[in-house]
């Protein structure tokens, strides 16, 4: 087991989820943690990362909505508002890379099984 996330579940449409992912394997102390999503047929895609020290970065399908935050040995990935786009497997990962500027997963090198969020309408 590498990072496990928690968390995803049935909403309605401009409802919220808390996604939760274990980082015990994989102390926070440089590099870049991050979720990322993938819909059936689509890319995987960065939507949320954190750097070690805590400053983070959003993709503008989700800046206002989504929150991500680190509290000891897991990350959080607060959602509100949630559409039926943001339907997807979402995925926790981390990078030791220090010059992430977009969110892509190339520099990831661990990844967690992944939950899935489903959004109704």
């Known amino acids: 087991v590498q990072l496990a996330e928690s968390g995803g579940g049935s909403v309605e449409s401009g409802g919220s989820l808390r996604l939760s992912c274990s980082t015990s394997n994989y102390p926070h102390r440089s590099g870049w943690l991050a979720w990322f999503r993938q819909a059936p047929g689509k890319e995987r895609e960065g939507i949320a990362a954190s750097d070690y020290d805590d400053s983070a970065t959003y993709v503008d399908a989700v800046k206002g909505r989504f929150t991500i935050s680190r509290a000891e040995n897991t990350l959080y990935l607060q959602m509100n508002s949630l559409k039926t786009e943001d339907t997807a497997m979402y995925y926790c990962?981390?990078?030791?890379?220090?010059?992430?500027?977009?969110?892509?997963?190339?520099?990831?090198?661990?990844w967690g099984q992944g939950t899935q969020v489903t959004v109704s309408s």
């Open positions: 990962a981390k990078t030791e890379y220090c010059g992430l500027s977009k969110i892509t997963p190339s520099p990831f090198a661990a």
